[in-house]
């Protein structure tokens, strides 16, 4: 289907109308489905300037057709990346320190059960362990799961994490989770939904483990000071 790029009222009046509420709406260059012109339902061309109007698709069709266009260019785009970081050693310093406040700080245990607990798969799309593969530089591996932040600014601990494949992880990005995982998300599976809110508001709870006492003390030592403190209570 040709795209077709429109930005004012003015420009193509097929794809825009005012209904019978009042309200303009804009037609998807895609779907073809008519949404109300909103910031809801479709992005800017340029957050930095508003005026320049509306994304011609809306953020539905929008999010699919750059899924694939990332999934046809992982190469070019790493190299464009690179070739980014070499010019941008200065912003590449900046976005590795935001980076590194954002990582999660946990047991290796934790991390283990947590990855039990979603029996071993990606917590969005169900794709196994052993079939996550992933290519760098024209080398394809089988690595593990990323450690997804739930919500994107919240705790970095064992509360906030979950099990995600590098493509959902990527594609999920800084959003929340309802407003990437949903009906319109083809990856989207109730079952996994209610799973992962299980997770976050209770389960992991009854994985967290107790913070050392003392520098290089055994996980085993501590978790008997633990259980001597609650007989004394």
Not at 1 to 6: A, D, K, L, N, S
Not at 109 to 119: M, P, Q, T
Not at 163 to 179: I, M, V
Not at 181 to 195: A, G, Q, S
Request: proline residues 3%.
């Amino acid at each position: 289907m040709t795209r077709v790029y429109i930005n004012t009222h003015e420009q193509n009046k097929n794809y825009h109308r005012i209904n019978e509420n009042g309200i303009t709406e804009r037609r998807c260059s895609q779907c073809l489905e008519w949404k109300e012109e909103s910031y809801n339902n479709y992005y800017f061309i340029n957050k930095s300037f508003p005026d320049k109007g509306y994304n011609p698709d809306d953020r539905e069709s929008y999010l699919k057709r750059l899924s694939i266009y990332n999934k046809k260019n992982r190469d070019k785009k790493r190299k464009q990346l690179k070739a980014w970081a070499k010019n941008n050693p200065d912003l590449l310093n900046k976005y590795w320190k935001q980076r590194k406040e954002k990582l999660h700080i946990m047991y290796e245990e934790e991390w283990e059960s947590c990855k039990k607990y979603f029996i071993h798969k990606c917590a969005y799309c169900g794709l196994k362990i052993e079939e996550h593969y992933f290519t760098r530089d024209g080398i394809t591996k089988l690595g593990d799961f990323h450690k997804e932040h739930v919500i994107d600014e919240g705790k970095n601990d064992l509360s906030n994490c979950i099990p995600s494949c590098a493509e959902c992880n990527e594609e999920k990005g800084t959003k929340t989770l309802n407003e990437w995982y949903n009906i319109n998300n083809p990856k989207y599976n109730r079952d996994r939904y209610l799973k992962i809110y299980q997770w976050y508001r209770w389960d992991y709870k009854k994985y967290i483990l107790p913070k050392r006492v003392k520098a290089h003390q055994r996980m085993i030592d501590r978790l008997k000071e633990v259980e001597q403190k609650k007989k004394i209570c």
